[in-house]
T-cell receptor, first 111, second 118 residues
Framework: SQKIEQNSEALNIQEGKTATLTCNYT??????LQWYRQDPGRGPVFLLL?????KEKRKERLKVTFDTTLKQSLFHITASQPADSATYLC??????????FGKGNQVVVIP | GAVVSQHPSWVICKSGTSVKIECRSL??????MFWYRQFPKQSLMLMAT?????????EQGVEKDKFLINHASLTLSTLTVTSAHPEDSSFYIC??????????????FGPGTRLTVL
């Protein structure tokens, strides 16, 4: 069956450090992958999109990698700040014109 | 980027009543909007695709007679939860893609509507 797995445990990290989140998928062949941020009680906000032929994408303090062999994407927040505390969702575009979302991984940045 | 609004932001209703949720695209025209539902600590689940001027397309397992979708204009889609029951309590979120067409585009999400059915 198809799965998108993100760590269910919250990531607690000290301010200034790099937070790294993992998104693993099974039985998908996505042409691209997206990352969203979701704050409690709010809709998700788009952060980054990476295509299958791209190894890495950066936007300000964010970096995403995409390894189609490992079926994995890593999401990094460098120099993390308390304002980065949120839940981060990965989403895959798949064959029947749908976006499938992971459950998200919560990040808590400790001042 | 596009701004999507939803109204109301939260609603509490009695079991058996119907609730209408509005989703508006404020600064661009969307031929297609998407409705998601999210239970606590769960992923967003696509419920249906709302198509301007035509019938909505529902995902497998979503009752079209229970979740009525109307997309009357290029900037407004409504979701009506009919005869709501406590198990319908959830966070309902709409979105539209950058092209206004496909769900696999980068999505602009509304702020969500928290529905609580007593």
């Amino acid at each position: 069956s198809q799965k998108i797995e993100q760590n269910s445990e919250a990531l607690n990290i000290q301010e200034g450090k790099t937070a790294t989140l993992t998104c693993n998928y099974t039985n998908y062949s996505p042409a691209y992958l997206q990352w969203y941020r979701q704050d409690p009680g709010r809709g998700p906000v788009f952060l980054l999109l990476i295509r299958e032929n791209e190894k890495e994408k950066r936007k300000e303090r964010l970096k995403v990698t995409f390894d189609t062999t490992l079926k994995q994407s890593l999401f990094h927040i460098t120099a993390s700040q308390p304002a980065d505390s949120a839940t981060y969702l990965c989403a895959l575009a798949h064959g029947n014109n749908r976006l499938a979302f992971g459950k998200g991984n919560q990040v808590v940045v400790i001042p | 980027g596009a701004v999507v609004s939803q109204h109301p932001s939260w609603v509490i209703c009695k079991s058996g009543t119907s609730v209408k949720i509005e989703c508006r695209s404020l600064d661009f025209q969307a031929t297609t909007m998407f409705w998601y539902r999210q239970f606590p600590k769960q992923s967003l689940m696509l419920m249906a695709t709302s198509n301007e001027g035509s019938k909505a397309t529902y995902e497998q397992g979503v009752e079209k007679d229970k979740f009525l979708i109307n997309h009357a204009s290029l900037t407004l889609s409504t979701l009506t939860v009919t005869s709501a029951h406590p198990e319908d309590s959830s966070f309902y979120i709409c979105s539209t893609g950058t092209s206004g067409r496909t769900s696999t585009d980068t999505q602009y999400f509304g702020p969500g509507t928290r529905l609580t059915v007593l």
